[in-house]
């Protein structure tokens, strides 16, 4: 692959694949190293994209790939859990709560809403990235919706939010086309 459209690639979806290198790893440190991995497949391989859709699918899924690899590996099993609770006692409570529900989410239901509410995937893009059928991807995505519900209104119980912040968080998340979801 040629570097100049190597580069345009990396400026153009890297967020994307950082954002679902972080859904499975979890902390920055890995997350940085599958990036970098992904993009240096990108580089060893012999791809030629079609379309710009195309390679950001193909980016989507070896970065899941990678991910899960370096997930099933024996001395990954060994190390301490990252308690995210601690990392982030400092930032405002209110402030990404649906995507920290989100990467909260069991694999199977995390990188489909991922791809369909922050990406913008339709549900046959996704079976098709996935290795699944597309009736799959909509069942797990509507699991995924009953889930998030459940776990919003079980907050909204515990944690009364004034009605302030419910108005930004509703604000921001409907500019990412989630509002619509739940």
């Avoid at 079609?50 to 099993?77: F, G, H, M, P, Y």
């Amino acid at each position: 692959m040629q570097m100049e459209k190597a580069e345009e690639l990396y400026r153009k979806y890297f967020a994307a694949v950082y954002s679902v290198c972080f859904l499975y790893m979890k902390n920055q440190a890995d997350t940085c190293d599958m990036v970098q991995e992904t993009f240096l497949r990108l580089l060893q391989g012999d791809f030629h994209y079609d379309n710009e859709e195309k390679a950001k699918a193909w980016l989507i899924v070896t970065a899941s790939n990678c991910c899960k690899s370096q997930l099933r590996r024996c001395w990954r099993k060994k190390q301490v859990a990252f308690d995210a609770s601690v990392h982030d006692k400092g930032k405002e409570q209110t402030d990404n709560l649906l995507l920290r529900m989100v990467e909260e989410l069991e694999e199977k239901y995390r990188l489909p809403v991922y791809l369909y509410y922050f990406e913008g995937y339709r549900s046959a893009e996704i079976a098709g990235m996935l290795h699944v059928n597309a009736s799959t991807v909509r069942s797990r995505l509507a699991k995924a919706r009953k889930i998030l519900q459940m776990e919003l209104q079980a907050g909204e119980e515990r944690v009364k939010v004034p009605e302030d912040n419910l108005q930004k968080i509703s604000a921001n998340h409907s500019e990412k086309k989630i509002g619509k979801a739940w």
